[in-house]
């Protein structure tokens, strides 16, 4: 996990290493900064509860962002020296978006953490991206962005319906999930008011049919309407 500190909210550090830990084991937890300048004083009580390295960057020109040259450099070190599967990074900055896609043509897992501001391009570079505001996670059936679209999903779930779709007319929910991701890294039923997809999928009984297995697996199923 690398953090951009002048682009990243320390009151969701908890909530942001809870969803990683979602994919996998957090070995490597950097914060990138000026530590000097007031602004950072919001990580200090973060730092040490959750075992988080603060990297040390001096911001020697007005304007110009140097924390994003040395987390781009910390993290190319990482690739080349193949102690990790995978990345989170955590910021709101396009910038970033080369490094994604570099990371993901060495065959390596990208996460991103951001806010809803974040320019598409950083977004789709990433495998999955996910935007902070649904970490506080929305009471059920309201969307974390009053600005959304409450229908625009429809469209990308019907897709990924259809790519999954088998021979008997019906798709599993985990391969809809993957395929969906694929579409749309950002997507995320919590964006829509739900915790789940399969709770999101049934708010529309017009568009899909729904099914669980009865076996004691408990495989949830969907169909096109």
Known sequence: MLVDGDNAQPSLIEDILAEIAKY??????????????????????????????PIQQFRYTVGKNA??????????????????????????????????????????????IGQYQTPESFVKACEIFVHTENLNRPKEGEPTAPALDKSGWIRTVEKAVEMATQEDGWAALGVVGTNIRKLDPAFDSRSYGYRQLSLLIKSRPRRFETRASKAASGHFYVKLK
């Not at 996998?24 to 390295?53: C, E, F, N």
Request: net charge negative; charged share 20%; with cysteine.
């Open 24 to 53: 996998g084991i957090v070995t490597t937890r950097r914060i990138y900064g000026d530590w000097t300048v007031p602004q950072m004083k919001g990580w200090k009580d973060s730092l040490h509860t959750s075992a988080i390295q």
């Open 67 to 112: 924390t994003d040259s040395a987390l781009i450099i910390d993290a190319m070190d990482l690739l080349h020296g193949e102690t990790v599967d995978g990345f989170c990074i955590v910021s709101s900055d396009s910038d970033y978006t080369r490094l994604a896609t570099r990371i993901r043509e060495q065959g390596l897992f990208v996460m991103g």
